[in-house]
């Protein structure tokens, strides 16, 4: 091929990788993980005027967050290959082979912890935290043991937030916190109603979960609880970053929503509603990041 | 399911359109309705914090959730809380006896979706849905055409009417008397309940100018 003329090959070649390994890193989760760093920086540093580093905060939690979901989707090949909304994932598929995704997960997770660990010893460690809850600890550890082990997956999805905080101030405050709180009480409610509208599944897989230990009823009411401490925590967020009136009120309302579905879902279920709570609870953090972030 | 027809389903214009009255719901909500008076702006932000859970709720599940019997109830949240907010802002003297009135209305409206025949539910809405339509169309238009607010704030008057029209459409269909048949008001409501969100939107901007 002469120089300056581009391999018409290329561009295939490109989208068929995008097409394996793309949906080994859930880019719909990793996104809303990556915007609650962001909004976490940014709501200690708005208006943002170095640039560098939040493009820097951007690459390294991009880079985490998906090596840490690469590592587990490694892990879990076995149960996603058992459950039925999973079993078309690149890895049970043999679409991607298992030694492919080791490497690319520990590649991608390292290049993300070390940049973060570069950009700021503290916001690098928390990244590290994160990651590691999430791999060793919910996924290699409890996830196959117990219920319980989303309190520790909901630990590692406040980690993000929380460094973007503290990558901002340069320290942990109350408010960092606080956020991570509130991510680690969204959690159960995103989670929890995943796990009773897909309950066979993860019955199928061995995967326990509070649905198949304390029955669906008592899990409504768990998320119910959890969306309240959820909007308990915003709140309190809201008002230690001195969110305006107004953007408080927008706040108050998405909070009301929330709330008003998860109790609602509690006293007369359904699994239209069920299903309403989950895509609702993913806008409400959504909305939440966008407006601690302004 | 009270109505036995089958929902229409929801398209991609409708999801549009009620996405884009939830913004500007959030946008009144946020910053409309600033320096009003504590009640008003209270009144005003249910009302359109309640169209902007609506509006999003009805993108996620489709129009199938306007079948739960809550649909009454929660669309008359929104003529009583606005009527109260107008009320509290013009006629002050009115608040009283008028907030009475919206609780009272409120409770008959939810008591009679759990007990009582279909007349009494039907008088309840019309009393409820009526008083406070009127006085949404009314008052901005009055206070518009006898100069006390800017001739904008008439716009106010028109969102009302609109709010009045797609309330009543679903009160009377959820009673099983429906005006319209299910799929035309499930046709024409996105696009009512958007243009009704920026009469609002331009009545209410008036009064901040």
Same mark, same amino acid.
């Given at each position: 091929?002469?120089?300056?003329?581009?391999?018409?090959?290329?561009?295939?070649?490109?989208?068929?990788?995008?097409?394996?390994?793309?949906?080994?890193?859930?880019?719909?989760?990793?996104?809303?993980?990556?915007? =609650?760093?962001?909004? !976490?920086?940014?709501?200690?540093?708005?208006? *943002?005027?170095?640039?560098?580093?939040?493009?820097?905060?951007?690459?390294?939690?991009?880079?985490?967050?998906?090596?840490?979901?690469?590592?587990?989707?490694?892990?879990?090949?076995?149960?996603?290959? &058992?459950? %039925?909304?999973?079993?078309?994932?690149?890895?049970?598929?043999? +679409?991607?082979?298992?030694? %492919?995704?080791? =490497? +690319?997960?520990?590649?991608?997770?390292?290049?993300?912890?070390?940049?973060?660990?570069?950009?700021?010893?503290?916001?690098?460690?928390?990244?590290?935290?994160?990651?590691?809850?999430?791999?060793?600890?919910?996924?290699?550890?409890?996830?196959?043991?117990?219920?319980?082990?989303?309190?520790?997956?909901?630990?590692?999805? !406040?980690?993000?937030?929380?460094?973007?905080?503290?990558?901002?101030?340069?320290?942990?405050?109350?408010?960092? &916190?606080?956020?991570? /709180?509130?991510?680690?009480?969204?959690?159960?409610?995103?989670?929890?109603?995943?796990?009773?509208? @897909?309950?066979?599944?993860?019955?199928?897989?061995?995967?326990?979960?509070?649905?198949?230990? @304390?029955?669906?009823?008592?899990?409504?009411?768990?998320?119910?609880?959890?969306?309240?401490?959820?909007?308990?925590?915003?709140?309190?967020?809201? @008002?230690?970053?001195?969110? =305006?009136?107004?953007?408080?009120?927008?706040?108050?309302?998405?909070?009301?929503?929330?709330? &008003?579905?998860?109790?609602?879902?509690?006293?007369?279920?359904? #699994?239209?509603?069920?299903?309403?709570?989950?895509?609702?609870?993913?806008?409400?953090?959504?909305?939440?990041?966008?407006?601690?972030?302004? | 399911? #009270?109505?036995? #027809?089958?929902?229409?389903?929801?398209?991609?214009?409708?999801?549009?359109?009620?996405? *884009?009255?939830?913004?500007? /719901?959030?946008?009144?909500?946020?910053?409309?309705?600033?320096?009003?008076?504590?009640?008003?702006?209270?009144?005003?932000?249910?009302?359109?914090?309640?169209?902007?859970?609506?509006?999003?709720?009805? $993108?996620?599940?489709?129009? #199938?959730?306007?079948?739960?019997?809550?649909?009454?109830?929660?669309?008359?949240?929104?003529?009583?809380?606005?009527?109260?907010?107008?009320?509290?802002?013009?006629?002050?003297?009115?608040?009283?006896?008028?907030?009475?009135? *919206? /609780?009272?209305?409120?409770?008959?409206?939810? $008591?009679?979706?759990?007990?009582?025949?279909?007349?009494?539910?039907?008088?309840?809405?019309?009393?409820?849905? !009526?008083?406070?339509?009127?006085?949404?169309?009314?008052?901005?238009?009055?206070?518009?055409?006898?100069?006390?607010?800017?001739?904008?704030?008439?716009?106010?008057?028109?969102?009302?009417?609109? &709010?009045? $029209?797609?309330?009543?459409?679903?009160?009377? +269909?959820?009673?099983?008397?429906?005006?319209?048949?299910?799929? =035309?008001?499930?046709?024409?409501?996105?696009?009512?309940?958007?243009?009704?969100?920026?009469?609002?939107?331009? !009545?209410?901007?008036?009064?901040?100018?």
């Amino acid at each position: 091929m002469k120089s300056g003329q581009t391999n018409p090959q290329f561009p295939l070649k490109l989208a068929s990788i995008r097409q394996k390994y793309w949906p080994l890193i859930k880019s719909l989760q990793t996104g809303l993980l990556l915007i =609650t760093g962001l909004a !976490g920086y940014m709501s200690s540093r708005c208006p *943002v005027s170095h640039i560098p580093t939040l493009l820097s905060l951007t690459g390294s939690l991009f880079l985490a967050i998906s090596g840490s979901t690469v590592l587990n989707m490694w892990f879990d090949r076995d149960i996603d290959a &058992i459950m %039925e909304r999973s079993k078309k994932r690149p890895l049970p598929t043999g +679409l991607v082979q298992p030694g %492919e995704a080791l =490497t +690319l997960g520990l590649a991608i997770s390292v290049l993300g912890v070390g940049w973060a660990l570069i950009l700021d010893p503290i916001y690098g460690t928390i990244v590290f935290a994160g990651l590691f809850f999430d791999m060793i600890v919910y996924t290699v550890w409890l996830k196959r043991r117990t219920a319980w082990s989303i309190v520790w997956g909901g630990i590692s999805g !406040g980690m993000p937030i929380l460094a973007g905080r503290a990558l901002g101030l340069g320290h942990i405050d109350w408010i960092g &916190i606080a956020l991570a /709180a509130s991510v680690l009480f969204w959690i159960p409610t995103h989670i929890m109603t995943f796990n009773i509208r @897909y309950l066979d599944d993860y019955n199928r897989a061995r995967v326990p979960t509070f649905a198949s230990l @304390y029955g669906v009823d008592t899990t409504r009411k768990i998320i119910a609880a959890s969306s309240v401490l959820a909007t308990i925590f915003m709140g309190l967020s809201s @008002y230690g970053v001195g969110l =305006t009136i107004g953007y408080t009120r927008i706040l108050a309302v998405l909070s009301g929503g929330l709330l &008003i579905l998860a109790l609602y879902s509690a006293i007369k279920p359904s #699994e239209k509603l069920n299903f309403g709570l989950f895509k609702f609870a993913s806008i409400y953090m959504l909305s939440s990041m966008l407006l601690i972030s302004a | 399911m #009270e109505n036995s #027809e089958m929902a229409k389903k929801i398209t991609l214009l409708d999801r549009v359109l009620l996405l *884009v009255t939830g913004v500007l /719901a959030a946008y009144q909500v946020g910053f409309g309705i600033r320096s009003l008076g504590f009640i008003p702006e209270i009144s005003y932000a249910v009302a359109f914090g309640v169209l902007l859970i609506a509006g999003l709720l009805i $993108i996620i599940l489709g129009f #199938e959730i306007l079948d739960s019997p809550m649909v009454v109830v929660v669309a008359t949240i929104i003529p009583l809380s606005m009527s109260l907010g107008l009320v509290a802002q013009f006629y002050q003297s009115w608040l009283g006896p008028f907030a009475v009135f *919206v /609780a009272l209305s409120f409770l008959v409206i939810l $008591i009679t979706r759990f007990v009582g025949g279909k007349g009494i539910k039907v008088i309840a809405i019309i009393i409820g849905h !009526g008083i406070s339509g009127m006085i949404i169309f009314l008052v901005p238009l009055l206070l518009s055409f006898s100069g006390k607010t800017p001739g904008l704030f008439s716009f106010v008057g028109v969102g009302g009417a609109l &709010i009045g $029209i797609g309330g009543s459409l679903l009160s009377f +269909l959820k009673m099983g008397k429906p005006i319209l048949s299910k799929n =035309t008001i499930l046709t024409i409501l996105p696009g009512l309940l958007m243009i009704m969100m920026i009469c609002f939107l331009v !009545g209410f901007s008036a009064l901040a100018n």
